[in-house]
């Protein structure tokens, strides 16, 4: 055993010591939404075949009126939290703000806990027969929580804001991008959405730039949700989210807990059977909380594994397990020395065993990844996909073919993350560890919180080099991942990496309407993608949640999506 590798071990044990870590997911996803592609696909195939336009009702399987009358009311459900960046729909690019945004704001469509697109405010819709206008028409009883009415004004109102310069979305152009008009305001060229027009106070018109299968599906981001005209620039963060969804904000205590109230008006099934949901932002460790009768529910991190699932703990049956449609990796920027060369990232990719990080760090808990798009993506195969696979020696023959030729002619690397504990983070220190002891690379670790990482990881230009980073689904379709993640221009492309013929590619996938070629043409590119090393996956993650046997109707979902007008408690006695 040479001394490098005994180091590293060493290093490893250490870091095992130190628990769960948690990476906060980034995206539009990072956080988010989504819908099951071949639902929004079909419905638009049918939508165009037909001679006139075709009303189409959202169906919401969910749990029978029978089923939701027998529920118990009342109770509160407490779980831990973290601080949201921000709680505007329009700005919201993170999961943790997505959580809470999701049950205190609505839109015109949504998803249910088995991910299927649902009625929201819209109670149906119509496509043309050009599959580019889409009339939706609004339920009658829908009303913000201060009690005022919805009506499509609102939800012109809530596209455009989202779409003006001021507002600074940085998701619009992403989810909103494909409406008439959208890029104009974004750029300062126009003052309005021409692709929205209010036809009466319970219908509104939006006109896309062409048919696309995934249209609707981006409407489930909370950046086309409705929101207050007169409350939502408050400074008050209570008065601002004067929202439309199940749950009410009542209190935001900073780094204390954030309390959600049950919205009595709200206007579709199931209503919540809950009093409220309250969030402990300043809580300990969540299991030992959970044991203590102090939480709900409570997330399971790798080092408090194996006791929750001995079966001598009693905890065990309490145990949830979800496969999350999402993948961890390392951002290479594509604009920045040294990684502005592929064949020092296609090194950086070889000389990095993502297996023994996996096998170490989460204890097997979480699968190795080898490419972006999760095997869970409906759909989609990612057989013979692979990323630059482990080799140590292929590793050191890139970075010698590379302009910079060898380790120490590299420029100085920091690798960036997030992280709220003052111990290097763990997942950072294996990367830099394996770096040096398979490279001889020195890599300086930079953390910062959430707020501010994400903050530096938006600007126009990353200035990060180097940063580890998840993204969650936002929707159900490898689109979300390699269109958003990849595409040159993108606003979520921060490892600024641009690539012709993946471009090509990606346009060419989001007009294809049939299912089948489109996941082709995504198979392709990221095939490119992948051998071009802007990112090097880590792991899809795997959600472990702790469950009280009086929950019931606790769903934990692969993606973020509303899931607490689902829950009731039965407590006996």
């Known amino acids: 055993m040479n001394r490098e590798r005994s180091t590293l071990l060493i290093i490893i044990a250490v870091i095992v010591v130190l628990a769960c870590i948690v990476v906060p997911l980034v995206g539009v996803g990072g956080y988010l939404l989504l819908i099951r592609t071949r639902s929004a696909t079909s419905t638009a195939a049918i939508a165009l075949q037909s001679p ?50 999701v049950e205190i704001f ?141 749950f009410k904000l009542t209190e935001f205590k900073e780094n204390d807990h954030i309390t959600l109230q049950a919205n009595t008006n709200y206007y579709r099934e199931p209503k919540p059977a809950l009093d409220r949901v309250v969030f402990q932002l300043a809580a300990g460790d969540p299991v030992t909380m959970y044991e203590n009768d102090e939480l709900d529910i409570a997330p399971v991190g790798t080092g408090a594994l194996p006791r929750v699932q001995d079966p001598q703990s009693g905890l065990s049956e309490q145990l949830s397990i979800t496969e999350q449609m999402a993948t961890f990796y390392i951002g290479l920027n ?47 195969s990612i057989s013979g996909l692979h990323a630059p696979a482990y080799d140590v020696a292929a590793a050191k023959q890139s970075l010698s073919q590379s302009s910079y030729g060898s380790a120490h002619k590299l420029p100085p690397i920091t690798l960036h993350v997030s992280s709220a504990s003052p111990q290097t983070d763990p997942t950072a220190a294996a990367i830099a560890a394996l770096l040096k002891e398979n490279l001889g690379i020195d890599i300086t670790i930079e953390q910062s919180d959430w707020p501010t990482f994400l903050g530096e990881l938006n600007k126009p230009k990353n200035p990060f080099q180097m940063y580890v980073l998840g993204w969650i689904a936002d929707y159900p379709d490898p689109e ?92 006996g006695g």
């Not at 973290?82 to 709680?87: G, N, Y």
């Not at 921060?494 to 471009?503: C, L």
Request: hydrophobic content about 35%; charged content about 20%; overall charge neutral.
């Open 334 to 380: 594509c604009q920045l020395p040294p990684f502005n060369d592929v064949k020092v990232r296609q090194a950086f990719a070889q000389a990095l065993d993502r297996q023994r990080i996996v096998d170490n760090l989460y204890d097997k808990t979480v699968p190795a990844a080898t490419t972006i798009v999760p095997p869970t993506m409906p759909g989609y």
């Open 480 to 571: 979300n991942f390699l269109n958003l993640l990849f595409h040159t221009g993108s606003a979520d492309n921060h490892s600024r990496y641009s690539n012709p013929e993946v471009d090509k590619l990606l346009d060419q996938a989001g007009l294809e309407m049939d299912a089948q070629k489109r996941a082709g043409l995504y198979e392709q590119a990221e095939r490119l993608i992948l051998a071009d090393a802007p990112v090097i996956p880590l792991y899809h993650d795997v959600e472990y949640w702790l469950t009280k046997p009086y929950v019931k109707g606790m769903h934990y979902p692969a993606m973020v999506v509303p899931r607490f007008q689902y829950v009731y408690i039965e407590k």
């Open 106 to 246: 609505s839109g015109l469509v949504t998803l249910d806990p088995d991910l299927q697109l649902v009625p929201d405010i819209a109670q149906s819709y119509e496509i043309s027969q050009d599959g580019r206008t889409y009339r939706f028409h609004l339920r009658q009883n829908v009303r913000f929580h201060n009690g005022r009415a919805v009506k499509a004004s609102d939800v012109s109102y809530s596209l455009e804001r989202s779409c003006s310069p001021s507002t600074g979305s940085p998701v619009a152009a992403t989810y909103l991008g494909d409406i008439v008009g959208a890029r104009d305001m974004l750029a300062g060229r126009a003052d309005h959405l021409a692709g929205v027009k209010v036809v009466d106070d319970y219908t509104v018109d939006v006109q896309i730039d062409a048919p696309r299968a995934s249209f609707l599906a981006k409407l489930s981001h909370p950046v086309a949700y409705v929101v207050d005209r007169n409350s939502i620039g408050s400074s008050d963060p209570v008065k601002a989210a004067n929202g439309t969804g199940p």
């Open 52 to 101: 006139a336009p075709a009303a189409t009702s959202l169906s919401q399987p969910g749990p029978s009126a029978t089923a939701v009358s027998k529920r118990p009311k009342g109770g509160e459900l407490r779980l831990p939290g973290s601080m949201p960046p921000t709680l505007d729909p329009a700005q919201s690019t993170d999961s943790t703000s997505a959580g809470y945004i």
